[in-house]
């Protein structure tokens, strides 16, 4: 069976296994004091050259968004999310569960347009009610967004400007950054550092067995380690996120599974455009979104594992094809023959 | 000085205000247990043809949706609105400040169409990851809406249908549900006691200081006391509300005074047309959303006070014009005479 | 009946009342904005002598408690309070419902004592794993205490100097203000406004039907009424309680009643004292806490309302009688002669 | 340098990281459906001779404590825990910022004495105000104790016949439960799957490098994988915890590993008070808490690491010494020979 269904359906990349093993038997004092924590926030400051960044090591995804979102608003605010954004769809309303309003945009190709939320926040503050209602107090982005879409520079900068004007911080939820990066677009790790206020380094779905790094670039808010503490986020063995971050992050682990995970997806985007299939969106990332005959699906379920997006009315379906670390070159070309038997079948 | 901005801009009806002069020395005892509260909720029982509903009273409208929205859902869930509605707009995040997500809907009219409503839960039970999402546990609806409109028996029977299909309740929001019954409309109040599982009756904007009944038409959920005290809104002093609801219940004030306010609304609505302006909303209740070109509001509101709504693109702009118990025929026709003077102007 | 059972039992004093009749059909905009409550807040920064404070009036007890202290703490932060407070014991979990802890001392004639305040908070600091432990963001003293016990100046200026020290908020629960205030205290309200960061003045106990107001004496946080708001304190009508509050403040009416009320509970205290009742507590306020043999409680019942307290070990039980703005005279005579047939009889 | 200061400063036990690694490149489904999380449940069951129960794996220990209870725990209602419980003291509040109070109670030898829970429970319903207070909805317990010390079977059946009695249930947090099972103690996993509701089997201080087992005896609560998603606590690579859980239960790892550390304790109890160390509590477990004169710490602190845990007033502290299947014969003889040093010195 072949595994496109996601990009964390194996454990971790070896050589973050590897470090796991070399330093288990090692004393290490608890919750993140440990000296691979410690090395990995200095290797993850120099990667982003930010100097200045506190660096957080939660277990996942949707605990790092709702500990840092939660945790940064102030009780009347709320976050502007694009609808489709994952904290807005499909975390299950941890961010409201902390008390809090995902303030949903209306997304242009899964990302925030810059023109939107100037004119969403310049409205806020027109209205002679706002003081009834929930107080803009971040942007959540995140990059790649759900449809492995990018943000560009310019469009990042313009998102950035916009905050400072209105003094509310950029979030950047990076769950798979090492795909962002590596992809076909000019933005860089040191670009998002300057230009977010607080964004995650994802490892679960790049390469770990979990783990996100949250950034503040300038410095961490107060007693933050307490408020990880508080919402259960806080690891006693921070050493096994500290150790994984540290193995991603020297060496350039981290962008060179990002590198390789995106040139297989490369590759099967050509291949689908070339056998015909069209692109739910044009995915520069890891992630292929391409339209399937729904008659094709039961067949193609038998070789090759793929996740289910949605039904178009048409008669056909759009799901999702991921690469990884994990993914080979074979894997791509046997999908290939696979559906060349599919639609020679069909 | 016109009086047209709001439905509450005057302290409680007479009769109101006499009943809390009457009872005002005789001891009772607190927390709802007073003998005008029990009357009260016996003659709100009687007016719905429901028995076996249980009644509390609550000092104001965010406060009870709140109380009720959030004590109802289970900790998993959220609540349908239409994205106009008062919870998801005008309650600076009380809903989700009980740590629950508030899933918006389009509107149609400011209201929830029963169509939208069946396709959107059919498609979330569809979604293989819905367990990754907020569960829909219950649909919020406004009657009037935010836009003075009314939902047919038709429709409330549609929406109900559904949330019965789904097991979730029916929960209205009746903030101005004097007007509600009173305009030309098909739903009557025992219509709401059988279709709705809770709604609530507004009395700080139907002619009280303050108070809202929320009628739970099965029952009360177990302990809502206790919930209600733990929200902040348990009011030592019961008879307050208590007193305030007998009067307007006893000899039918409540409808009364809807009647007086739609009325007057209604010849409002007729002289707005006769002169020209158009309405954002077709509305049958006591709030009038007219069109009015940006450049006589300031003469507009030197003589009357009105709400203003939204600005449009083409010079013109959407205000609120509402009457009340307190509104006479007088200030309508006195509207009418300022209104012509300005356009004599214009 | 007598009715000593507490001090809310009648609606509101007949001067308040005639306020809200005098106002009643006077516009006025919602929300705090009327002139009554701008009045209000006027009289009560004059009665405190400081003219920077902020004043909001919020509807009940339980519910100023949480939305203050629920405001006002950080995420990692809890309160302090007195374990018999009224905070940890009888409001339902409200300030936990905020996501906040109640951290318990134990209590000296149901007050904070100074001296365990600062050990406790030396403590907190001084241990080493305090990082994973509620931070103390506040402390909270109700003034009369549940017990109708009151502190001194010189333990209010001991607790508020402990509070600058640590920089933490002192709070004072006011419920029954106008009691302490006429008691035989050192205490005044200008020191009270002096030495606490935030205070409320107790409406509903003290004369209204409804009412507390929310003192903040250097000013109020950022956003505050959206946060009232968005706990569903903020009344549409604010002139209900702006109203009743100038009542309260113009004329001096509220110092009044208040030393009406105690001069009765003395005389009722030397009363309990000279038919050989023991006191609970030695209470110098308008709560009397006399221990009563339990034989004894059947017959008082069928002639005067008083509050259950406690059952104790020996054959009595700790009973509340209260007197309030509606106590009168004979009313505590009529109790004597209750009592001496009561005692005749056992 | 002698590791003594807790049970989780190494990784994870060879075994367990073992299993990682042959596990580690198989293609699993994500979210606990992987097959290791279904073996790992179906030993535990076994383990538990629980056949019926349901079992989720999540990361850490606060974490499961804050789900489990703030998702069992019903608005109204908060959860019973010694003075000196986890929850109450050393978890930043984490079951607070679910919205819920923890009910302290005094604590024996920190255990909640079945008696004094049975006239708290009896108290909270005999007192006519008990809707204005918390509910109890739960009891908490943690088995070893805070201070290393066992209910015995017939306490822990004690418990749970009041705990059905009031219709709550019992919680046990088992953190660092092999130790427990492996003393000498007659409660075993199959006693505590019968007598407890919900309880924890904890990995990562027993051996794992994250990860505790939250087993509800008689089946999980609705969408209970949603709470866990909302609560920030679901991993992606469920398998992680799966993997760990599958090793330390198959072949009896998690028994072996507390045996050894418990006998090691033993041992090392046994070598303290024939040194003359007085103990803080006479623990059973890997956890003592030897009583050492301030003068001796210092120097004890440059061989040995231990756990500070309080500061008596004689001129001598409680410390905490802890073994895990990571101490060895050599280390207890190491550490005796430091302390003779050190006492010979002195």
Redesign the interface.
């Known amino acids: 069976?072949l595994?496109f269904e996601?990009d964390?359906?194996?454990?971790?990349h070896?050589l973050v296994?590897k470090k796991?093993?070399e330093?288990?038997?090692?004393?290490?004092?608890?919750y993140g004091a440990d000296e691979y924590s410690r090395r990995a926030r200095q290797l993850i400051r120099e990667a982003c050259r930010a100097p200045e960044a506190d660096v957080f090591f939660l277990?996942?995804?949707?605990?790092?968004?709702?500990?840092a979102i939660?945790?940064l608003l102030?009780?009347?605010e709320?976050v502007y999310a694009a609808s489709t954004g994952h904290i807005q769809?499909?975390?299950?309303?941890?961010v409201?569960?902390?008390?809090?309003?995902?303030l949903?945009l209306a997304p242009s190709h899964g990302k925030i347009d810059p023109a939107r939320l100037r004119r969403e926040l310049e409205g806020f503050y027109a209205d002679?009610?706002h003081?009834?209602?929930?107080?803009p107090g971040m942007v959540y982005i995140s990059h790649p967004s759900e449809y492995g879409t990018l943000y560009t520079r310019a469009e990042l900068t313009a998102l950035s400007d916009i905050c400072k004007k209105f003094r509310i911080p950029l979030y950047m939820d990076g769950a798979r950054l090492a795909y962002a990066l590596a992809a076909d677009n000019d933005v860089t790790l040191p670009d998002i550092a300057r230009l977010c206020d607080v964004f995650t380094i994802g490892g679960?779905?790049c390469g770990a067995?979990?783990g996100e790094a949250l950034v503040f670039t300038k410095g961490a808010p107060?007693?933050f380690?307490?408020?990880i503490?508080?919402?259960?986020?806080?690891?006693?063995?921070g050493?096994?996120c500290g150790a994984q971050f540290e193995a991603l992050f020297e060496d350039g682990l981290y962008f060179e599974l990002g590198r390789s995970a995106v040139a297989l997806a490369m590759a099967l985007k050509e291949g689908l455009l070339a056998r015909g299939f069209a692109l739910f969106e044009d995915s520069p990332t890891n992630q292929q979104f391409p339209v399937v005959p729904d008659a094709l699906l039961p067949e193609l379920s038998k070789s090759a594992?793929y996740s289910?997006w949605e039904k178009r009315g048409d008669g056909a379906s759009v799901i999702r094809l991921a690469t990884s670390w994990?993914t080979g070159p074979e894997d791509v070309e046997e999908l290939f023959k696979v559906l060349d038997n599919l639609r020679g079948q069909g």
């Open positions: 069976m595994t996601n964390y359906a194996q454990g971790c070896p296994l796991l093993c330093t288990n038997l090692v004393p290490q004092p608890g277990a996942g995804g949707t605990q790092v968004n709702a500990v939660g945790g102030r009780p009347w709320g769809c499909h975390e299950a309303g941890a409201e569960f902390t008390g809090h309003k995902v949903p002679p009610n003081e009834h209602m929930v107080f679960t779905k067995l979990c107060e007693h380690l307490t408020l503490k508080q919402r259960g986020a806080l690891l006693a063995k050493r096994l594992a289910f994990a």
